[in-house]
């Protein structure tokens, strides 16, 4: 199992390895890791309003700006 974030809705859940469609909204638009190259794991069992990578700083909770 793989914890991957869905870049449409923004939510984080266990995968495994060959599963593509994000469990809840249905796109395949997973990714198993920041954009900084830091993988995944450490985000799944935070439940605070806000979320950030500690390797670079992004924001990750939450939907991206441009979805609609």
Excluded: Q
Excluded at 51 to 67: A, Q, W
């Amino acid at each position: 199992m793989t914890t991957k974030r869905c870049t449409v809705c923004g939510r984080f859940r266990a995968y495994e390895d060959d599963d593509r469609y994000c469990l809840l909204c249905g796109n395949d638009a997973l990714e198993d890791r920041c954009t900084c190259g830091r993988p995944f794991e450490f985000a799944l069992d935070e439940t605070g309003p806000e979320l950030h990578c500690p390797r670079c700083g992004l924001s990750l909770r939450g939907r991206p700006t441009e979805f609609d």
